[in-house]
């Protein structure tokens, strides 16, 4: 894609939602750190229902580790890979408590060191709670960033490296809430809305719909 397209891009996803964000609901880093782990191969919406009965009762780490692994799948049972999950938020939260005061840190290498927490997850944190450019790439992404042409890549690192490269730095803060909502809403996986995408006269995709699918 063209620099200029790039640019009209994002200039457009900017002019529908100036102050993009998580769909994911947290009050603090620590429970949006717990919302991004539990949002693996899960959806937003089905995290906030889990997290709105677990962060009542339990919004910090030493909080969650009185709960225990077992107390704490009761309240996520109903998200996918829970027993994993569980192990590791119990985990994470034992490392925060005895390496950061149980706070999070700011840091790629000190969040990745955290168990089930990868670099899709740090991104996230480091971008939504630290204000740094970085662009998490999820499923969402990576099949808006193929389609469009916008940074075509065969794995998600490929796809967030060029991501970095052809983004303008004054989107950047803003480009990985503005392409998951586009790719979560318009740029679906099966019957892609084009007819009322923003940037359709953009995207290089060949085989867009000449319909709006219902």
């Given at each position: ?153 065969r794995t998600v ?11 303008p730095d004054e ?44």
């Amino acid at each position: 894609m063209k620099r200029l397209d790039v640019i009209e891009l994002f200039r457009r996803l900017r002019e529908l939602d100036p102050e993009p964000t998580t769909e994911l609901e947290y009050r603090t880093p620590f429970e949006l750190l717990v919302s991004v782990i539990l949002s693996a191969q899960a959806t937003d919406a089905g995290v906030n229902k889990a997290t709105a009965r677990l962060f009542p009762v339990a919004d910090t780490p030493q909080k969650i580790l009185r709960l225990g692994e077992r107390g704490l799948k009761k309240y996520i049972a109903t998200i996918g890979l829970y027993n994993a999950k569980a192990k590791n938020i119990i985990a994470m939260c034992r490392m925060l408590i005895e390496r950061h005061h149980g706070e999070v840190p700011r840091t790629r290498e000190e969040l990745e060191a955290l168990p089930g927490v990868g670099r899709k997850t740090a991104n996230v944190i480091l971008n939504t709670v630290f204000g740094e450019p970085t662009i998490a790439v999820d499923t969402h992404i990576f099949r808006v960033c193929n389609r469009t042409g916008l940074a075509p890549g065969r794995t998600v690192r490929e796809v967030e490296d060029k991501l970095l490269r052809v983004v303008p730095d004054e989107f950047k803060l803003g480009a990985h809430h503005w392409l998951i909502l586009h790719g979560r809403y318009v740029c679906v996986a099966r019957n892609p809305k084009c007819p009322q995408c923003p940037i359709r006269d953009l995207c290089a995709y060949t085989h867009k719909t000449k319909a709006t699918q219902k």
